[in-house]
C-alpha cells in the first residue's frame, strides 16, 4: 500500500501545476504516491497535464467550488496514511517528501506539519502563525506595516517562523495550506476542511480544530518548498480580498466564546473592522497598480 496521497487544488494556474507535479515527480525519491488534482473550472486548458502526467487522477469541476470543497473531493477518494495537500503553484525541494515522512512516522502525536516556505527569491515566507487577534488585521503576514517593519514586536508575535532555531522543529497555532502534510489518522476523528470557508482561513479553521483534539501542529524547517504566492489571487483581487475577509469574519464568529449579551456586539465590532480593513487593502493595492502603469 502506498504511503502518501497528493492533493492540488487548481483554478487557472496550470502553467504553475505543469511545473509543480513535474517537481514532485522529481523528488519522489521511490515512494510510490498517488496525486489527486481537482480543477474547479479553468479556462487554460487543464488537459494539458492529463498528456503530460497520464498518472495523475484529475477531477474536474463544472464549477469554481472553493478551495476546501475542492481539497475534500480528493479526500473523499484518497486513503494514505499521509496526505500532503499543496497549491499548484509550489516546486518541491529535494528531500521534502522524505523529511516530512521520517519525522511523522516517529511523532506519532502529530497531525499537520508545515515545511519551511521560500519565495521565489528564497526569502521565508510567514507560514507558520499564530492563531490571529484583532492586532493580526494590522500586523499580519501581508500588511503594510509588516512590511515596512517586519521585525516588530507584534508581527514576530503573529508569524513564527522567525522564531524557529537552528532549523529544528517548532510548535505553532497553524500553518500554511499552500503546503502541509496531514495524518489520515487525525483527518477520521477531526473530519476534513470545513467547506464553508470559500478560499482563505479553512487552514487555520483545520488547526484549530485539530489542536482542540490534542493533536500538534509543528513547523518543520528541515523541509522546505518554494511558493510563488498568489497566483491565482492576483487575476481576481476585488473576489480574492472579499473571500478573505469573509472567511476571516467567520473564522471569528465560529471559534469566538461569545456571551450571549455580547454576541451581537462583539459581531458587529468584528463585521466593522474587517469591512474598514478590505477598502483601504482595496485602495492601497488599487492605488499601487495605478502608479505601476503611471510609470
Known sequence: MHELDIII??????DYLLDCLGSIYKSLEGHSVKIFVADNASSDNIDRIVIEFPDVLLLKNKQNLGYAKAVNECLSLSSAPFVSIMNPDILINKGC??????????????????????DGNNSIQGSAR?????????FGRSSILTKILPNNRISSKNILTGTAVDNRSLDVDWVSGAFMFVRRKAINQIGPMDDRFFMYWEDADWCKRMSKAGWRIV???LASVIHYAGCSSERSLMKSLFE????????????????????????SLCLWGLSLRFYSVLGVK????WCGRRI
Open 9 to 14: 487544488v487548481n483554478y487557472n494556474s496550470t
Open 97 to 118: 517528501f522524505q523529511s516530512i515522512l521520517s519525522f511523522m512516522r516517529i511523532k506519532n502525536d502529530i497531525a499537520i506539519v508545515g515545511p519551511k516556505i521560500l
Open 130 to 138: 499564530a492563531f490571529p487577534t484583532p492586532l493580526t488585521a494590522i
Open 219 to 221: 513547523y518543520y524547517p
Open 244 to 267: 478573505f475577509h469573509k472567511s476571516a469574519y467567520y473564522f471569528y464568529c465560529k471559534h469566538h466564546d461569545f456571551s450571549e449579551t455580547n454576541q451581537f456586539l462583539w459581531k
Open 286 to 289: 488599487a492605488l499601487a497598480r
